[in-house]
Structures are given as C-alpha cells and as structure tokens.
C-alpha cells in the first residue's frame, strides 16, 4: 500500500447508527486531517493531528469524533448523524516538519462517500 | 466575509490556449499559497505551492503570487482536454496547520 488510503469508500447509514471511518497513511508523515466536501462547498478542515496530537477542531458537531492511535491511523468515530451530515470526507496527511510551505503539502485519500439516510 | 474566494465557473477555453485562474484571500498574515486539482470523482492532487512574491513556473503551469493585492493566481498553458477539472485555491492561515481551501474554479478545455 502507498500514499493514504481510506475506507471504507462508500457508507450508508441511519441516523441512529454509529459507524467510523478509517484513515491510513504510509508516506512516515506527521500530521493527519479530516476534511468535509460537500456539493459546490469549500473543503471544510474538520481536525488536524499532529504527532497523534489533536492541535485543531475546527467547531465540530459532537457526533464527529476524532481518533488517531499514532502517526499513521486516524479514525473519524459517526453516531446519531443528520441527512445534512452526507458528504465526501477526506483524510489527508502532510510532513508537518519546520522549513516551509513544502511540509504544509497535504497528500489527500480517496475519500469516503457517506449518505445518512 | 469568506476566507479564500474563487471564481466557481466554469471557464472555458480552447485547446492550446493559455486558461488563467484568480484567487484572493482575506488573510494578511499568509504565507503560503497551494493549488490543487480535483478531477470528478477524484481527491484534490497538488499542483504547486508559492510562497514568494512573484512567479513561479512548473512546466506547463505558472503560479504568481502578490500578496500586497492578496491576489494568487493559476496560468496554464496549452491547455489540453484533460486539464478538465476544478481547481482548489488553498491558502496556509492562521492556526497550525490550517490549510483552508476556496469552493474551486471549474475548467472546461474544448478541443
């Protein structure tokens, strides 16, 4: 496995039902994130981990919980979502080492599609 | 007032001409500036990231950065049809690690 890979790629769920996503990355990065791409919207930065750190929540819901057991996993925990919640979630990693915007460089996976019926 | 704002599109262009894409920014204090393109389907790839007043060249694509008129901007050129895409804006802001992205310009290269 290269790069950063997410599952799962597609996800169904009720609104009382609680789910996660999974996030891996194998680039020896530091610095995870969760983003949300809704239809015609801005990626929204949800969280940012930085050396398994959370260093960023971005006014998130409750009913989103972040989990990142080291460097390279991060987890996105899901219960009692809204319908208003669907929307591609997109895990990325970047070097977060000091010396520039190249550190800042997010590598993105290819995202979780998830529909909250 | 929105954070990073970009032309949504689409831009349409012909194929081998030169397809400018404008992006301004509300944050004085950035430093530094990324452009990404997002096929549909697709997760956002880097294209290159500037961070020095001026140009920036990378083959076909050109960034150019003033951050007096916070203003960045995108220049490909010959484009070809499978520059199709949105291009993402994405401007380094304020907290730690925050890269926070605009709504993206929609390009259409017609042959």
């Known amino acids: 496995e290269t790069g950063v890979t997410q599952t799962p790629r597609h996800l169904v769920m009720g609104m009382t039902n609680k789910k996660s996503l999974k996030c891996e990355q194998h680039?020896?990065?530091?610095?995870m994130y969760w983003y949300k791409q809704s239809a015609k919207k801005p990626l929204e930065l949800m969280f940012v981990?930085?050396?398994?750190?959370?260093?960023e929540n971005n006014s998130v819901p409750s009913r989103f919980s972040p989990e990142c057991p080291n460097s390279s996993h991060l987890f996105l925990h899901l219960h009692t979502l809204q319908p208003e919640d669907s929307a591609l979630y997109l895990c990325?990693?970047?070097?977060?080492?000091?010396?520039?915007?190249?550190?800042?460089?997010?590598?993105f996976g290819a995202g979780s599609r998830l529909t909250v019926l | 007032q929105k954070e990073v704002e970009q032309n949504s599109g689409p831009l349409s262009v012909p194929e081998g001409a030169i397809a400018s894409l404008n992006c301004t920014y509300s944050d004085r204090g950035s430093q530094s500036f990324f452009w990404y393109r997002q096929y549909s389907g697709k997760s956002p790839e880097l294209i290159m990231f500037?961070?020095?007043?001026g140009d920036k060249e990378d083959g076909r694509f050109t960034a150019q950065l003033n951050k007096a008129s916070q203003y960045v901007s995108l220049l490909i050129r010959d484009s070809q049809p499978s520059d199709s895409a949105t291009y993402l804006c994405a401007v380094l802001s304020g907290g730690y690690n925050k890269l926070i992205f605009g709504a993206g310009t929609r390009l259409a290269v017609h042959p």
């Open positions: 990325a990693s970047s070097q977060d080492r000091t010396g520039g915007a190249g550190a800042n460089v997010l590598t």
């Open positions: 680039l020896g990065h530091n610095a």
């Open positions: 500037i961070y020095s007043n």
């Open positions: 981990y930085s050396l398994e750190e959370r260093v």
